[in-house]
T-cell receptor
Framework: AQSVTQPDIHITVSEGASLELRCNYS??????LFWYVQSPGQGLQLLLK??????LVQGIKGFEAEFKRSQSSFNLRKPSVHWSDAAEYFC???????????FGTGTSLTVIP | DGGITQSPKYLFRKEGQNVTLSCEQNLNHDAMYWYRQDPGQGLRLIYY???????QKGDIAEGYSVSREKKESFPLTVTSAQKNPTAFYLC????????????FGAGSRLTVL
């Protein structure tokens, strides 16, 4: 069965520090992978996606993620966090048949000045 | 600009009442989805539809109903049979062809008094 695991429920970083949010997935075929960000009381905004090709993908707001097939991971990174990055982050897997999407439980990011 | 409109943003309901959440998209997307979001539980799929007049249950369909009479619209009714309806509800849509990305609405928060 397909599943997505985000092992960190909550992360706190200082402004200007680097960030890495972890995501592991379980899917039998090559997955489509996504990272979304959600501000309180809002919908989800796409940060970046991986469909195929280069395993290091760039997204909006200076975020990047790397697909590692051997580790079934798709970790999100940012070299220098800004206070405005405080939000909830969701990793998701999309199936290449059937248009199904599976989400992790999210990681809440707090940025301290 | 194209997007997904959810209404109302906030809704209060007395126990025993049915309520309907609206979701309209002008993206010409074929597939539409309803998710429920609770703190610490990520997004859980309620219903989805890939074509007009057809829809499928997701993981937590009990106590909910939907219709898809038009491609642009996918309303969700939260019935009195839903035991714990207080939650944040998110509507999303995507194309059916190729590698696709879910686009989300801004969400509707339902509170049962």
């Amino acid at each position: 069965a397909q599943s997505v695991t985000q092992p960190d429920i909550h992360i706190t970083v200082s402004e200007g520090a680097s960030l890495e949010l972890r995501c592991n997935y379980s899917y039998g075929a090559t997955p489509y992978l996504f990272w979304y960000v959600q501000s309180p009381g809002q919908g989800l905004q796409l940060l970046l996606k991986y469909f195929s090709g280069d395993t290091l993908v760039q997204g909006i707001k200076g975020f990047e993620a790397e697909f590692k097939r051997s580790q079934s991971s798709f970790n999100l990174r940012k070299p220098s966090v800004h206070w405005s990055d405080a939000a909830e982050y969701f990793c998701a897997v999309g199936t290449n048949t059937g248009n199904q999407f599976y989400f992790g439980t999210g990681t809440s990011l707090t940025v301290i000045p | 600009d194209g997007g997904i409109t959810q209404s109302p943003k906030y809704l209060f309901r007395k126990e025993g009442q049915n309520v309907t959440l609206s979701c309209e998209q002008n993206l010409n997307h074929d597939a539409m989805y309803w998710y429920r979001q609770d703190p610490g539980q990520g997004l859980r799929l309620i219903y989805y539809s890939q074509i007009v007049n057809d829809f499928q249950k997701g993981d937590i369909a009990e106590g909910y109903s939907v219709s898809r009479e038009k491609k642009e619209s996918f309303p969700l009714t939260v019935t009195s049979a839903q035991k714990n309806p207080t939650a944040f509800y998110l509507c999303a849509s995507t194309r059916l062809s190729g590698a696709n990305v879910l686009t989300f609405g801004a969400g509707s928060r339902l509170t049962v008094l």
